[in-house]
């Protein structure tokens, strides 16, 4: 069923998780991996839509597809902890190197540390079908001095650069974003000193030069940021994105190699108040300058994520209608890019 989606380069509009009196899902994260699944991953927020920080049962749960999204296998629970504790914000990695794909989560056990996150991940060498016992990496990508404060994982995607790399961004309310990774295929992690600033959910991409760009979320500006490291994080050049309106919510970004050229793709709120009216954008000069906003869906959304398919075309899993629906859509990159 199709749902105010608009313009010929979207097809394929099928509504993964529908939110209910018993369940809310939020937090959408999709990957394509190594064989070509797909991964749809999500919160299932029992009872209550409310964030991890006032809900003590939250688990993540799982659609696959093995035919570039036509098709969806049922709904399964990745992680469920027992009533008390909740996972939640679910982000992807695929080290394609090693076949292993990532699956980050931030955890609050409500009864015993009541407001202590921590972070963890799961991960799988099976393109999705099981998955690994939680690994807890909070001593390795935060500080302890941060123990009491508000810092999680970026939900939807983090990347790996041409050498190898994994890189994802982690949120500090208080100490800013600071990018985190692995240099050895997820063995062991890494946070930079660094942070970017303004920002809160970020995404990174690699440009072609190598360099770092961290796009993000700021609360109550109405645009978005960017962030351009040229040293590994060390430092940072950051501005105000003005033709990137926003309202303050989790975007999406990507980078395509589209007919010899590296094209940043860039989804979200094109609106600066509410949420409403998912867009994507397209860069062709490394995110210097953007399109004009193309309109995915014209009524309430919220977060995105989105891969590429191995057809080509791009896939994009997003929250609307109030929450109450995630929709994934197809979007064809050579349509999108004639209108």
């Given at each position: 069923m199709?749902?105010?989606l608009?313009?010929?380069?979207v097809s394929?509009n ?7 009196i018993?369940?809310c899902?939020r937090?959408?994260s999709i990957?394509t991996?190594?064989n070509g699944?797909?991964?749809a ?12 920080k006032?809900n ?5 749960v799982?659609r696959?597809?093995i035919d570039n999204g036509?098709t ?5 629970t990745?992680?469920?902890y027992p009533v008390g ?7 992807l ?10 699956l980050?989560f931030?955890?609050i056990?409500?009864?015993?540390e009541k407001?202590?996150y921590?972070?963890?991940y799961?991960?799988?060498i ?5 998955w ?5 990496i ?5 500080k302890?001095?941060w123990?009491?404060?508000?810092k ?5 995607r983090?990347?790996q650069?041409?050498d190898?790399t ?6 500090n309310?208080?100490k800013?974003?600071h990018?985190?990774g ?7 992690w890494?946070?930079t000193n660094?942070?970017v600033?303004?920002?809160?959910e970020?995404?990174i991409?690699?440009?072609?030069d190598g360099?770092?760009?961290?796009n993000?979320r700021?609360n109550?500006?109405?645009f978005?940021?960017s962030h351009?490291s ?5 430092t940072?050049?950051?501005?105000i994105v003005?033709?990137v309106?926003?309202?303050g919510?989790n975007?999406?970004?990507l980078?395509y190699e ?5 094209l940043l793709?860039?989804s979200?709120?094109?609106?600066k108040k509410?949420?409403?009216e998912?867009v994507?954008?397209y860069s062709?000069?490394?995110g210097?300058?953007?399109?004009d ?6 009524g309430?959304?919220a ?5 590429i398919?191995n057809s ?5 899993f997003f929250?609307a ?11 064809n ?7």
């Amino acid at each position: 069923m199709t749902y105010n989606l608009q313009s010929q380069f979207v097809s394929e509009n099928i509504v993964l998780f529908n939110s209910d009196i018993n369940n809310c899902y939020r937090i959408p994260s999709i990957l394509t991996s190594n064989n070509g699944d797909l991964i749809a991953v999500i919160d299932e927020r029992v009872s209550s839509c409310k964030d991890l920080k006032y809900n003590e049962d939250i688990n993540i749960v799982l659609r696959r597809s093995i035919d570039n999204g036509l098709t969806w296998s049922k709904i399964k629970t990745i992680i469920d902890y027992p009533v008390g504790e909740s996972a939640s914000d679910p982000s992807l990695i695929l080290d394609s190197k090693t076949n292993t794909i990532f699956l980050f989560f931030n955890y609050i056990n409500h009864v015993n540390e009541k407001g202590i996150y921590y972070l963890k991940y799961v991960s799988s060498i099976d393109n999705g079908k099981t998955w690994s016992e939680p690994v807890d990496i909070t001593n390795q990508i935060s500080k302890d001095s941060w123990k009491n404060d508000f810092k999680f994982i970026t939900s939807g995607r983090g990347i790996q650069t041409k050498d190898g790399t994994l890189l994802h961004c982690l949120v500090n309310l208080s100490k800013g974003t600071h990018v985190f990774g692995s240099n050895d295929n997820g063995l062991t992690w890494f946070i930079t000193n660094s942070p970017v600033s303004p920002g809160d959910e970020s995404k990174i991409v690699e440009l072609s030069d190598g360099s770092w760009m961290v796009n993000s979320r700021v609360n109550n500006l109405g645009f978005r940021y960017s962030h351009i490291s040229q040293d590994f994080g060390n430092t940072w050049i950051s501005k105000i994105v003005e033709e990137v309106i926003d309202p303050g919510c989790n975007g999406s970004i990507l980078s395509y190699e589209y007919q010899g050229k590296n094209l940043l793709f860039l989804s979200n709120i094109n609106n600066k108040k509410i949420r409403k009216e998912l867009v994507l954008r397209y860069s062709d000069d490394e995110g210097i300058t953007w399109s004009d906003p193309k309109i995915i869906y014209s009524g309430e959304a919220a977060y995105s994520s989105m891969t590429i398919l191995n057809s080509g075309d791009i896939g994009l899993f997003f929250e609307a209608d109030n929450y109450r629906r995630n929709i994934f859509t197809l979007i064809n990159i050579d349509q999108l890019l004639k209108q």
